[in-house]
């Protein structure tokens, strides 16, 4: 089945600095994908919607300017983590859309990017 | 090579109950996710299971056994908008999460 990786894995960095997290489909191209960041009791929250070749749609509440989020080809987004902060430690997962020749949608998930912040 | 299998589309009856099998060969456990995924939506979290046994939580209620490497989702009373796609997702030993493709469940009247 189709793969979406993530890289990298694990990242500590201090605070201030910025982190950039990549999102691949591995086998198939992903004309739109998306940001998570799962909370300590486990639920997913929908960041934005990364559209290739366009701007990113962000949910309410998610400041564009410090989560920057870049779609440049049909298999790549990434996730800049501006000037961080120790709130800002999370995992993030990205997940991409397969859209078959027959109009099937399937959403695929990477393996999630832990961030720690110090 | 680390997977999770789950069955791709059920279909159940409004008012009945289903069972979403989910088997996994990882490197590590460190826990067990059911998320509910509506068509054009985020995915919602529905259980976290680490230790072996049954958990309950309303009509919807997840298994883990360690040992076999399996866990099922039992969702009862079916309502037609329990109609979504239920993903299951472990945690492996570097704490990255290895998802299932997903199981379309179809409720019909």
């Known amino acids: 089945g189709a793969v979406v990786s993530q890289h990298p894995s694990w990242v500590i960095c201090k605070s201030g600095t910025s982190v950039k997290i990549e999102c691949r489909s591995l086998d198939f191209q992903a004309t739109t994908m998306f940001w998570y960041r799962q909370f300590p009791k486990k639920s997913l929250m929908l960041m934005a919607t990364?559209?290739?070749?366009?701007?990113?749609?962000?949910e309410q509440g998610v400041e564009k300017d410090k989560f920057l989020i870049n779609h440049a080809s049909l298999t790549l987004s990434t996730l800049t983590v501006t000037s961080a902060h120790p709130e800002d430690s999370s995992f993030y997962i990205c997940s991409a859309k397969e859209v078959t020749d027959g109009g099937r949608e399937t959403q695929y998930f990477g393996p999630g990017t832990r961030l720690l912040v110090l | 090579g680390q997977n999770i299998d789950q069955p791709t589309e059920m279909t159940a009856t409004e008012g009945a109950i289903v069972q979403i099998n989910c088997t996994y060969q990882?490197?590590?456990?460190?826990?067990l996710f059911w998320y509910q995924q509506h068509a054009g939506e985020a995915p919602t979290f529905l259980s976290y299971?680490?230790l072996d046994g049954l958990e309950e939580k309303g009509r919807f209620s997840s298994f883990l056994s360690r040992s076999k490497g399996y866990s099922y989702l039992l969702l009862k009373e079916l309502q037609m908008k329990d109609s979504a796609s239920y993903l299951c997702?472990?945690?492996?030993?570097?704490?990255?999460?290895?998802w299932g493709a997903g199981t379309k469940l179809i409720i019909k009247p």
């Open positions: 299971n680490v």
């Open positions: 990882t490197s590590g456990f460190n826990g």
């Open positions: 997702a472990v945690m492996d030993s570097n704490y990255q999460l290895i």
């Open positions: 990364s559209n290739e070749g366009s701007k990113a749609t962000y």
